[in-house]
């Protein structure tokens, strides 16, 4: 997985005699300059100190005063210490020493305009030195194609701060999250899809996806999601897939990229999504099928009368059948020398079937080497009585037993198994 990041560095030199700070809140600044440390900012009795006049402005304040004994809090510095001043033990800071990055100022102060309601400010100040986009910032050089920020390093100490871009997601409808789904009923190596691909959400209001689906296909032996140059942006099919059986797809959102000419930022620039933790499975059908030749008389294809191809290749015919013949290849029985048909019939083969006794009788139907769960499928009008309950086989509301299993919709259908169905 890779992970996107717009990058910013901030960072200041410190060989010098004044300094600028600034002080930010409620989406204002104020700055001061030219100014020598220690640096004390007071709440003052009777008339405004330099602290009330920060508070005042950044909160908008018509006036106002600290509360007693309200000795504020600082976070991110040790450099900015915290007192009182005398007649009411008023808030005071001292700034003993330049710091990187921002420390956090917060109190309480009585506010005196209709913005407080005359009511105790909660405030909170932001406190850096420069400015938070002053000429110091240092140029960070960012390349979406290789997700990496590149700047020179300057003759002092620097703070670099990544933000990560948000991960993309899925759309959703309603409750409904809008992942890929299993599509059934697909043969194996056809072109057909074999999942209905999932939908993602779009950035902001425009058409623009967040990203897009990433799709890996395994055995249902795969325990764990494969390495991320298994997946392909291609909604998968059925035609690599060789034999009828059950595959595992699993998908991810690959986020979007920031567009060229663009300064990433949250709205157009987004991480990849997890790799699903629960894989699609999806049952392909197979794509072979058996030929049962039923002769009208002695000049039976074994003894010789005939011979039988497939897509050219000459096949040879056992006991009056010949199986695995792939869909839609082309089929020809070609009477020998001294011999001659009058004509050569095709048909639908009959299907077999096993009936099963025990609580209940049923008859299941099915062509050889299909699962329970593909007779289903293939045959719903012959079988519609058989239910798969949470992955067993059922019928009339009996579960299905071979010796003392429940018998799994997935097993292969065996003629002679000794099937019953139990009370449980």
């Not at 602290?51 to 007693?68: F, S, V």
């Not at 001043?85 to 001292?94: D, Q």
């Not at 300057?154 to 871009?165: Q, R, S, T």
């Not at 299905?400 to 259908?413: E, G, H, R, W, Y």
Request: charged share 20%; proline share 4%.
């Amino acid at each position: 997985m890779t992970l996107a990041l717009l990058l910013t560095a901030i960072t200041g030199a410190w060989a010098q005699d004044t300094f600028t700070i600034t002080f930010s809140a409620n989406g204002k600044n104020k700055t001061y300059t030219d100014v020598a440390l220690p640096a004390e900012y007071k709440c003052e009795y009777g008339s405004p100190g330099e602290l009330d006049n920060i508070i005042q402005e950044l909160y908008e304040q018509d006036g106002g005063h600290c509360n007693d004994n309200a000795i504020p809090t600082v976070t991110g510095t040790t450099a900015i210490t915290t007192g009182s001043v005398s007649p009411n033990n008023y808030a005071m800071i001292t700034i003993i020493a330049p710091f990187t990055g921002k420390a956090t100022v917060s109190g309480t102060y009585a506010g005196w305009s209709n913005k407080s309601g005359n009511s105790d400010i909660n405030y909170s100040i932001e406190v850096y030195f420069g400015t938070p986009s002053s000429d110091d910032a240092i140029d960070v050089k960012w390349d979406p194609a290789t997700k990496t920020g590149t700047f020179t390093m300057p003759a002092f100490d620097v703070e670099i701060a990544p933000i990560y871009a948000p991960k993309a997601v899925f759309a959703t409808d309603g409750n409904l999250v809008l992942t890929p789904t299993a599509i059934e009923g697909v043969y194996a190596e056809s072109t057909d899809a074999i999942v209905k691909a999932g939908t993602v959400a779009k950035i902001g209001e425009t058409e623009n996806p967040q990203g897009i689906v990433m799709y890996a296909v395994t055995s249902t032996n795969q325990a764990t999601a494969p390495a991320l140059d298994a997946f392909s942006a291609d909604v998968p099919t059925a035609k690599d897939i060789t034999i009828g059986s059950e595959v595992l797809v699993w998908y991810y959102i690959k986020g979007a990229d920031t567009p060229e000419g663009e300064t990433a930022t949250a709205e157009n620039t987004f991480n990849d999504s997890e790799i699903c933790a629960e894989p699609i499975t999806v049952t392909v059908l197979s794509n072979k099928f058996d030929i049962n030749f039923k002769a009208a008389n002695d000049n039976t294809i074994e003894a010789g009368k005939a011979t039988v191809t497939a897509n050219g290749e000459q096949k040879t015919v056992t006991e009056g059948k010949l199986t695995g013949v792939k869909m839609g290849s082309k089929v020809k029985v070609t009477a020998k020398d001294g011999y001659k048909f009058r004509k050569v019939e095709a048909k639908k083969g009959g299907l077999l079937s096993i009936e099963i006794g025990g609580a209940v009788t049923a008859t299941i139907y099915y062509v050889e080497g299909e699962t329970w769960e593909q007779a289903l499928q293939n045959h719903p009008k012959e079988n519609s009585s058989w239910k798969i309950d949470q992955g067993y086989m059922s019928n009339q509301g009996m579960l299905l037993f071979k010796d003392d299993d429940f018998v799994n919709s997935t097993d292969t259908i065996a003629p002679n198994a000794g099937y019953t169905f139990q009370w449980t």
